[in-house]
């Protein structure tokens, strides 16, 4: 017996028998719960998580919300777009392997890789695949000579009698955005490759995977997972979906940002794309639905559940949250196991060392990327001390969190510096030093994480009116300056920079290597190392340089960065990209629900009854099997941007 005619036939009896009118409406409740989920295909996807755990929505608040979803739905897949295993305390003192756990415990059915996946050196990246139960999957990276892919570069996921091929692409400037040292042979020789060599690698190796998807596996819907990015680097994710064909949706990451919008490829066709910021800012929903409609939205707070049994009510970003209890206690336990290391106290603060807006996740908006920041130079200072050093520049990019007032912890410590960078100290020319700050500073007042941090005794004027001439080659590394300089009147403790003298330099290892692209320190011998890591470094400067108190010099500006001529720069986290823009949702008509309706019918005659409620079961039912739409697409066109 049909759903609609047992309703129909208990809405009839239940005025026929008025004495169970009681019994009667619970049967009727229970038996619209009972009615099938929707058939429907649901994507939930994350990028840059970061080591978030707990941040914001947290992976507790995706679990709870995958439940929610799979009450629903029959198919629900959850993906993630790269950069999760580090970025925190808990990824950088387990080397990413207590990120894996609690991802393992969610259940991720397809992930792929982001640049910082390779930070803690290809053996543990390795160990951490096997250990991740979806396998990572990743079309780029590859060895140099064949161009044979490390991992698998696609997965098919069947669901609902479909079948959904997922590519997996890391950005090519990978090279610059990790430790180089990892990826090429003690003779500085590339082992590894990310399809750089010419312009059209990528596109034509990514269109071949959607070309075998399409004609060998007979996907119905192919999906690219790029950890790319829509910014100002030579590689975006929309201009190379601008050069394919066969594309059904494109999940973004690596720029931290968050959208929802359409960009065209190959055919002019507009194909959706959309990334969810960092540390689970929000979650991504990408739905296709059953008549062919594909509907995509972003939840910045998981709403609150129907059934808040085996839920949970927190505060985070100042705002309600609500989490899935067994995982919120499995996070706890995962973090009990390392907290008697990161609670160790290192020193304390009566201020808070700001290299971002309260709040902000956006890396636009993170002051070390484009100007002096006070929480960069404790660091930089630190590390010159570590090497005994004339000078330090760092990456403004490595700096990551604002440092707390108070206490401050290990873990606190590796929370703002979680990179366990090895410190290095080279002996290099000055002439190398200038061409490492133009460099660094050649994208500013755009934020970038190359921007260079300096450590106390350095100064120099930046004139931001002066295009910049620096050249990079295809991964982004400094190849050489053509041209006017926007870096002038170097300092190094007081006195000018000589072009002709040799300095002690404290670096990263990062940097060192040529991360970031400041391949001009790849050209010296390492003279020697400081033995100690950057996390380290900063510890035990507050305890011994600094007696374990941060002064206040440390919460001020001290002019390291004279900036001239400056052209404002974006930093809000709600500003629009000039080329992203977000949805606007709308609330959709969910029905009228069965106690109007039974208030309705009462007064109303058996005969006439059951007309009516024919009627209306027939218009609830075909209403009840569509899924609510919470967001509409406004056919914004991002301008293309080729690779």
Same mark, same amino acid.
């Given at each position: 017996?049909?759903?609609?005619?047992?309703?129909?036939?208990?809405?009839?009896?239940?005025?026929?028998?008025?004495?169970? *009118?009681?019994?009667?409406?619970?049967?009727?409740?229970?038996? /619209?719960?009972?009615?099938?989920?929707? +058939?429907?295909?649901?994507?939930?996807?994350?990028?840059?998580?970061?080591?978030?755990?707990?941040?914001?929505?947290?992976? +507790?608040?995706?679990?709870?919300?995958?439940?929610?979803?799979?009450?629903?739905?029959?198919?629900?897949?959850?993906?993630?777009?790269?950069?999760?295993?580090?970025?925190? &305390?808990?990824?950088?003192?387990?080397?990413?392997?207590?990120?894996?756990?609690?991802?393992?415990?969610?259940?991720?059915?397809?992930?792929?890789?982001?640049?910082?996946?390779?930070?803690?050196?290809?053996?543990?990246?390795?160990?951490?695949?096997?250990?991740?139960?979806?396998?990572?999957?990743?079309?780029?990276?590859?060895?140099?000579?064949?161009?044979?892919?490390?991992?698998?570069?696609?997965?098919?996921?069947?669901?609902?009698?479909?079948?959904?091929?997922?590519?997996?692409?890391?950005?090519?400037?990978?090279?610059?955005?990790?430790?180089?040292?990892?990826?090429?042979?003690?003779?500085?020789?590339?082992?590894?490759?990310?399809?750089?060599?010419?312009?059209?690698?990528?596109?034509?190796?990514?269109?071949?995977?959607?070309?075998?998807?399409?004609?060998?596996?007979?996907?119905?819907?192919?999906?690219?997972?790029?950890?790319?990015?829509?910014?100002?680097?030579?590689?975006?994710?929309?201009?190379?979906?601008?050069?394919?064909?066969?594309?059904?949706?494109?999940?973004?990451?690596?720029?931290?940002?968050?959208?929802?919008?359409?960009?065209?490829? $190959?055919?002019?066709?507009?194909?959706?794309?959309?990334?969810?910021?960092?540390?689970?800012?929000?979650?991504?929903?990408?739905?296709?639905?059953?008549?062919? @409609?594909?509907?995509?939205?972003?939840?910045?707070?998981?709403?609150?559940?129907?059934? $808040?049994?085996?839920?949970?009510?927190?505060?985070?970003?100042?705002?309600? /949250?609500?989490?899935?209890?067994?995982?919120?206690?499995?996070?706890?336990?995962?973090?009990?196991?390392?907290?008697?290391?990161?609670?160790?106290?290192?020193?304390? %603060?009566?201020?808070?060392?700001?290299?971002?807006?309260?709040?902000?996740?956006?890396?636009?908006?993170?002051?070390? /990327?484009?100007?002096?920041?006070?929480?960069?130079?404790?660091?930089?200072? #630190?590390?010159?001390?570590?090497?005994? &050093?004339?000078? @330090?520049?760092?990456?403004?990019?490595?700096?990551?969190?604002?440092?707390? #007032?108070?206490?401050?912890?290990?873990?606190?410590?590796?929370?703002?510096?979680?990179?366990?960078?090895?410190?290095?100290?080279?002996?290099? $020319?000055?002439?190398?030093?200038?061409?490492?700050?133009?460099?660094?500073?050649?994208?500013?007042?755009?934020?970038?994480? %190359?921007?260079?941090?300096?450590?106390?005794?350095?100064?120099?004027?930046?004139?931001?009116?002066?295009?910049?001439?620096?050249? *990079?080659?295809?991964?982004?590394?400094?190849?050489?300056?053509?041209?006017?300089?926007?870096?002038?009147?170097? $300092?190094?403790?007081?006195?000018?920079?000589?072009?002709?003298?040799?300095?002690?330099?404290?670096?990263?290892?990062?940097?060192?290597?040529?991360? +970031?692209?400041?391949?001009?320190?790849?050209?010296?011998?390492?003279?020697?190392?400081?033995?100690?890591?950057? *996390?380290?470094?900063?510890?035990?400067?507050?305890?011994?340089?600094?007696?374990?108190?941060?002064?206040?010099?440390?919460?001020?500006?001290?002019?390291?960065?004279?900036?001239?001529?400056?052209?404002?720069?974006? *930093?809000?986290?709600?500003?629009?990209?000039?080329?992203? %823009?977000?949805?606007?949702?709308?609330?959709?008509?969910?029905?009228?629900?069965?106690?109007?309706?039974?208030?309705?019918?009462?007064?109303?005659?058996? &005969?006439?009854?059951?007309?009516?409620?024919?009627?209306?079961?027939?218009?609830?039912?075909?209403?009840?099997?569509?899924?609510?739409?919470?967001?509409?697409?406004?056919?914004?066109?991002?301008?293309?941007?080729?690779?």
């Amino acid at each position: 017996m049909s759903i609609r005619l047992l309703y129909l036939l208990l809405l009839i009896d239940v005025f026929v028998g008025v004495p169970h *009118t009681s019994k009667k409406l619970d049967q009727i409740k229970n038996l /619209r719960k009972t009615q099938e989920k929707s +058939d429907d295909i649901v994507i939930i996807h994350l990028n840059d998580v970061h080591c978030g755990l707990q941040d914001s929505v947290g992976y +507790d608040g995706f679990a709870l919300y995958k439940d929610e979803l799979k009450e629903k739905y029959n198919n629900v897949i959850c993906v993630d777009v790269g950069d999760h295993v580090q970025g925190g &305390a808990m990824g950088a003192i387990s080397d990413g392997e207590a990120i894996i756990k609690i991802m393992n415990k969610i259940g991720f059915d397809v992930v792929t890789l982001g640049n910082h996946e390779f930070d803690y050196g290809l053996e543990q990246l390795n160990k951490l695949g096997k250990e991740i139960s979806s396998n990572y999957i990743c079309s780029n990276f590859c060895y140099k000579k064949n161009k044979t892919s490390i991992y698998e570069p696609y997965k098919v996921v069947e669901a609902g009698g479909k079948k959904i091929g997922f590519i997996g692409v890391v950005t090519p400037l990978t090279f610059t955005k990790t430790y180089l040292s990892t990826l090429q042979e003690s003779d500085g020789s590339a082992t590894y490759d990310f399809l750089t060599t010419n312009d059209t690698e990528l596109q034509q190796t990514v269109q071949t995977h959607i070309n075998k998807l399409r004609s060998d596996e007979k996907v119905d819907y192919v999906i690219l997972l790029t950890h790319i990015g829509m910014d100002v680097e030579q590689y975006t994710s929309n201009g190379l979906l601008s050069n394919l064909e066969g594309v059904d949706a494109v999940l973004d990451g690596h720029t931290h940002l968050v959208y929802n919008t359409t960009s065209k490829d $190959k055919s002019n066709k507009d194909i959706h794309i959309s990334q969810t910021g960092t540390k689970l800012q929000s979650i991504g929903k990408l739905i296709f639905k059953t008549d062919g @409609t594909i509907l995509s939205e972003t939840i910045s707070n998981v709403p609150e559940p129907s059934n $808040k049994e085996g839920a949970l009510s927190v505060t985070r970003s100042n705002a309600n /949250r609500w989490v899935k209890n067994e995982t919120y206690n499995f996070i706890q336990e995962v973090k009990d196991e390392y907290a008697e290391e990161l609670n160790t106290v290192v020193g304390k %603060s009566d201020y808070e060392l700001i290299i971002k807006p309260e709040g902000s996740s956006d890396s636009r908006s993170i002051y070390c /990327r484009y100007r002096e920041c006070t929480l960069g130079n404790l660091i930089c200072d #630190a590390v010159r001390d570590a090497g005994q &050093a004339d000078l @330090t520049i760092i990456n403004g990019g490595g700096v990551r969190n604002n440092m707390k #007032a108070g206490n401050i912890t290990k873990g606190d410590v590796i929370e703002t510096i979680p990179w366990f960078n090895n410190i290095m100290i080279k002996k290099v $020319k000055g002439q190398t030093i200038l061409d490492a700050l133009e460099f660094g500073v050649r994208n500013c007042p755009t934020p970038s994480g %190359s921007f260079p941090q300096v450590s106390s005794g350095v100064s120099f004027d930046l004139d931001t009116s002066i295009n910049s001439t620096v050249q *990079t080659d295809s991964n982004g590394q400094y190849v050489n300056i053509t041209g006017a300089r926007r870096v002038s009147n170097v $300092k190094i403790n007081g006195e000018n920079l000589d072009l002709n003298k040799i300095y002690n330099i404290s670096l990263f290892e990062f940097v060192s290597n040529g991360g +970031d692209g400041y391949k001009m320190f790849t050209e010296y011998d390492v003279d020697r190392e400081a033995l100690m890591t950057d *996390t380290d470094a900063v510890a035990l400067y507050i305890q011994n340089n600094l007696n374990g108190i941060i002064p206040k010099e440390y919460s001020e500006l001290q002019g390291r960065i004279n900036i001239v001529n400056s052209s404002p720069t974006t *930093t809000s986290d709600n500003s629009n990209d000039s080329n992203i %823009s977000p949805y606007y949702y709308r609330k959709s008509n969910k029905g009228i629900s069965t106690g109007a309706i039974v208030a309705i019918l009462i007064p109303c005659i058996v &005969a006439v009854i059951a007309a009516i409620i024919l009627a209306l079961v027939c218009k609830s039912s075909t209403s009840a099997a569509a899924i609510p739409q919470n967001s509409s697409f406004n056919n914004l066109v991002i301008p293309n941007k080729q690779i």
